[in-house]
């Protein structure tokens, strides 16, 4: 898309994640692998761009519109039909059957990247986001299902998530949705009219996908349909007293929402949401999961359940800002500055000594001609939030020696000349007495 003024702008609904919020997304990243990590799973990383065949089989039954929303396309080079991945979950799978990982016990895997989905752009929903997921397959026991739900709980005491609240549902077997969806269907006749033609077509695709709708007025009538609860089978039931019992016992909280459903179609029993109590709009949730027991099957014809959830990485991010969370920038150490040629050159090897002995340096290379001088170079110095300036022009050439500026001191003329020989020992040695 184009600007009124001709510049190209990055499509709609897809955002860049500017330096100023690196920090973050790092911190964030990094904290949640650790854990991760720690409860025994690895990552893993899948191309962006599967087969779209993939895709209609796992997510087929999903509603339509999660389909009509694909980025799919055909290879002008070769006329395959590929698509840019809505999810992560269907690769993810893809790939563990293709390498044969439950062979080789590798049962507990994460993931991390951006996810394509060609939905109307709202504040916490955009075409290109990013996920962090995890799935843990060839586990049938409803002890997984707990201990994933207790691992993200971590993940937000760790992170400081304040106001956050877990929901959880069992949807029971796709038997038990069958008969339930008869129900369900009789139940909405009388309120037909008041679904758009979106929600007509989920609603006759999938009944139970109704209840993923944002629409308000629908939401209302919701509350007085039947239970899905009473309608799944006893080994459902049983799975998910088990998981609550152990829940319990960890002290995690929950509320049980029967109509907890699940936009994609591929789960079954436990489905799980994390939601933002803090915002009360349809883009609160910021973590997604459940069981998906006959997924892997619609793939490789193998009979292996697994289980597994997803975390929104751009709410999560707004979340912590929401929180007052401090934003970590880099900082650097030291920001060299230098006039003339002979200059130029100590100072290339003086900022590798200081960057062997662990100093983050930023060296000042040329910029166009008004950036050149001195004066200049130290602006820029202090832009870059650096700690100490060292300063190497013509008369230090000549004396030996540089000259290191406390940036704190900025307007000041708090610095101090040194001999060039000893500018290691002052770092190293933090005789930051300056
Ligand atoms: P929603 O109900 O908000 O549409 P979903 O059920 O489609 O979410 P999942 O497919 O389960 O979501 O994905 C897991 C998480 O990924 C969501 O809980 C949310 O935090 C995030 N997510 C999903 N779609 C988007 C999007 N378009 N933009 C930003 N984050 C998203
Ligand atoms: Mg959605």
Not at 45 to 74: A, C, H, R, W
Not at 248 to 274: A, H, P, Q, S
Not at 277 to 300: P, V
């Amino acid at each position: 898309m184009y600007s009124k003024n001709k510049k190209i702008l990055s499509v709609k609904g897809m955002h860049d994640i500017l330096p100023i919020d690196i920090g973050i997304w790092e911190f964030v990243e990094n904290t949640i692998y650790n854990i991760l990590n720690s409860y025994g799973f690895k990552k893993i990383i899948t191309p962006i761009v599967e087969y779209t065949n993939l895709f209609k089989k796992t997510l087929y039954g999903s509603n339509d519109i999660f389909l009509k929303e694909m980025y799919s396309f055909q290879d002008k080079l070769n006329g395959e039909k590929l698509t840019l991945r809505p999810e992560n979950t269907s690769g993810v799978i893809r790939s563990i059957i293709e390498h044969n990982l439950i062979h080789y016990g590798i049962k507990k895997i994460y993931y991390s990247g951006a996810m394509f989905r060609h939905e109307k752009p709202q504040f916490g929903r955009y075409r290109q986001f990013h996920q962090i997921g995890a799935e843990a397959i060839d586990y049938i026991g409803p002890d997984i299902d707990a201990e994933i739900i207790i691992m993200c709980n971590r993940i937000w005491k760790k992170l400081n998530i304040k106001n956050i609240i877990l929901e959880i549902n069992s949807i029971g077997d796709i038997e038990d949705r069958r008969l339930y969806n008869n129900d369900l269907i009789i139940f909405f006749k009388k309120y037909e009219y008041m679904f758009n033609s979106n929600e007509l077509k989920k609603f006759y695709s999938n009944p139970i996908s109704i209840f993923d709708t944002k629409n308000l007025e629908i939401i209302k009538i919701i509350n007085l349909a039947p239970k899905l609860y009473n309608y799944i089978n006893n080994n459902s039931i049983y799975h998910f007293e088990e998981i609550k019992k152990i829940l319990l016992n960890n002290k995690i909280y929950f509320k049980i929402n029967n109509y907890l459903v699940r936009g994609i179609n591929y789960y079954n029993k436990t489905v799980f949401e994390w939601k933002d109590k803090d915002k009360n709009y349809s883009q609160n949730t910021i973590c997604a999961g459940g069981r998906y027991d006959y997924l892997i099957e619609k793939i490789s014809g193998k009979n292996i359940p697994g289980c597994g959830f997803a975390i929104g990485m751009e709410r999560l991010i707004e979340k912590l800002k929401f929180n007052n969370f401090k934003k970590k920038e880099y900082k650097y150490d030291i920001y060299i500055i230098y006039k003339g040629k002979q200059a130029k050159l100590k100072s290339f090897l003086l900022a590798e000594k200081l960057r062997d002995i662990g100093k983050k340096v930023i060296l000042h290379c040329e910029h166009k001609e008004k950036n050149s001088n001195i004066k200049s170079q130290i602006k820029l110095a202090n832009k870059n939030k650096v700690k100490y300036s060292i300063i190497i022009g013509e008369k230090e050439i000549k004396n030996n020696t540089v000259i290191i500026k406390n940036m704190k001191y900025f307007f000041k003329k708090k610095q101090i000349e040194i001999p060039l020989l000893k500018i290691i020992d002052f770092f190293k040695n933090k005789k930051y007495n300056l």
